[in-house]
């Protein structure tokens, strides 16, 4: 293909780092604050976000911070290396176009932003938030699929074919095929535009945005007339954010014998501008089986008699890869079909936008469009997820001795110090459920034990963080462990619930003196016993 009026800029390798944390003074040592990091999307596995090196977030010394570890509640995207955890790295690649379980929050496709939990040594308690940014590293350009083959030798490039009724009214819209731009956002497409118009000015460019992104409509501005000029061809451009465009000719084709179109049946009293307005609404649940038809589709009826009269749909060109992804239709009868696994969990699509397109079956077919809305409805499909994580506060004994545990020492042990007072942290517990209302609203609560109690932190968003704190002293020398199960139940209908049972080992201190078993000793012993001899037992 040949790209008219180009200005492509050198690509950059873009790898940007900075690092907010925030400490809110009414915070507990448990809440101490938030930290940001960004990241470009082209970073390699492997590739160093941040280093949490040099935060002391609990007010601890030197070689106390020193000796702190770190534990990140979610390692799909990102995980912790190094002496005690304290450096973040990327853990696979990222998509930040494409993968919405990498990008979470709603202002995605404009910002792609992941969060997590951090859990620390002493029981702080972190929100961390990485943004990747979107790199300008791809040009619009029309799949090879809405292009059609050079007609004759005159036609040296492939163009966009649209065969359009000579008796159109003036105001008449026709959908053109969407340009792919892998990028997002500002770095995405922003706009179509007419590079050269027809020679008589027939048609005009519409561009409306929408949740696919832009889409372009050729508008028809005069009355047309077959026998004056049959064909009309104009240069059209896909552009970028970055000023990069893609130029391809559309050749558009009046067709005089195929006098009616499709009409849609739910838009046959409707004016023009209402029709293009209309949404067809489907619900269905995110469990909906593979190969499902979906209750309701459009469909369409034709006027014109034998072939000019049978109706044949497909999805629009306009319509976004992912829905052809995830369904199907039938070209004879419209019905539409799931085809993939659908799930709005977790940065899922809970809702699709797309067209119709009925079209006739005469040589040069005349088309009709109806948008389509698939909207998703969650499923109670996930229990609640549970993430233990251990804490393991410095010990001072009553002689003086300081003792820092390593992450090896304490990365899967749960352990409490015997004799202290109750309140003493234990555990984080981070517990989430992707799923969305009452299907992702959950409670948690220890069973059977009154020796323990559960402290809920409700600042981390969809994440409900946890402390397991005791509530009472305890004795190694009476009960050297102790076990307490956790569980946690959504609200759905039927709920869904999850357990862990936490093995909780109790650490001896030097609270008990040494002493003799009898108070005397009585024992006789020869005068002539050698100096290195044993006198008694």
């Known amino acids: 293909m040949l790209c008219l009026g180009v200005n492509v800029s050198p690509l950059f390798f873009v790898h940007v780092l900075s690092v907010f944390v925030a400490l809110s003074k009414a915070s507990s040592k448990f809440n101490a604050g938030i930290i940001n990091f960004v990241i470009s999307e082209s ?33 799909t995207y990102f995980a912790l290396k190094g002496p005690n955890q304290k450096t973040v790295v990327v853990n696979r690649l990222l998509d930040r176009d494409n993968d919405r379980k990498l990008c979470r929050e709603s202002s995605w496709p404009e910002t792609c932003a992941w969060s997590g939990v ?38 040296k490039e492939p163009a966009i074919e649209l065969f359009v009724a000579e008796n159109t009214p003036i105001g008449g819209v026709f959908d053109l095929p969407l340009a792919e731009d892998r990028d ?26 929408g ?17 004056e000029m049959e064909e009309h061809e104009l240069q059209i451009a896909a552009v970028d954010g970055g000023g990069q465009r893609f130029v391809v000719r559309l050749r558009v084709y009046l067709v005089d014998e195929n006098d009616n179109p499709p009409v849609f049946k739910h838009l046959k009293n409707l004016s023009p501008e209402e029709a293009q307005r209309a949404r067809f609404v489907i619900e269905i649940d995110e469990s909906t089986p593979v190969g499902t038809a979906l209750p309701l589709h459009p469909t369409a009826t034709d006027a014109d008699s034998g072939e000019f009269g049978r109706v044949r749909y497909r999805f629009s060109f306009a319509t976004p890869v992912i829905v052809k992804r995830d369904f199907s239709i039938d070209p004879d009868t419209g019905q539409i079909f799931v085809k993939n696994t659908l799930d709005c969990d977790a940065g899922g699509v ?6 119709v397109l009925a079209e006739d079956s005469a040589p040069q077919p005349l088309t009709a469009l109806a948008m389509v809305v698939i909207i998703l409805h969650d499923t109670n499909d996930n229990a609640p997820s549970i993430s233990l994580t251990p804490t393991a506060p410095k010990i001072d004994n009553s002689y003086g001795t300081t003792f820092y545990p390593t992450f090896e020492d304490v990365r899967d042990t749960f352990s409490l110090i015997e004799e202290m007072p109750s309140g003493q942290l234990v555990a984080t517990v981070a517990v989430n459920d992707p799923d969305s209302d009452a299907d992702g609203e959950f409670e948690c609560e220890l069973s059977g034990t009154r020796d323990f109690s559960l402290h809920v932190l409700p600042w981390l968003g969809a994440t409900k963080v946890y402390q397991l704190v005791s509530a009472r002293r305890f004795d190694r020398e009476a009960e050297a462990m102790i ?4 569980k946690c139940v959504d609200r759905g209908n039927p709920p ?12 001896d201190v030097n609270d008990n003196r040494p002493y003799f078993q ?20």
């Open 483 to 486: 076990s307490v199960t956790l």
């Open 43 to 75: 970073a390699a596995v492997g590739d160093v976000v941040g280093t949490l090196d040099g935060f002391n977030f609990s007010g601890s010394s030197k070689a106390y911070e020193d000796m702190t570890w770190f534990r990140l509640q979610d390692t």
């Open 496 to 507: 869904q619930a999850s357990s862990r049972i936490i093995p909780i080992t109790l650490v």
């Open 518 to 537: 009898q108070p005397l000793y009585q024992f006789a012993v020869s005068q002539q016993l050698p100096l290195v001899d044993q006198c008694s037992n």
């Open 211 to 227: 949740p696919n992104g832009v889409i372009p409509r050729l508008r028809v501005l005069a009355n047309l007339d077959r026998e």
């Open 350 to 355: 809970s809702e699709y936008v797309f067209s």
């Open 184 to 209: 997002y956002g500002k770095n995405g497409i922003v706009n179509y535009e007419i590079v050269k118009p027809d020679k008589n000015g027939f048609f005009s460019l519409d561009c409306s945005t």
């Open 118 to 155: 951090l859990f620390a040594l002493d029981g702080v308690v972190l929100s961390l938030r990485i943004t990747v940014l979107d790199i300008n590293d791809n040009i619009p350009r029309w799949p090879d699929s809405a292009l059609s083959k050079p007609r004759n030798s005159h036609d």
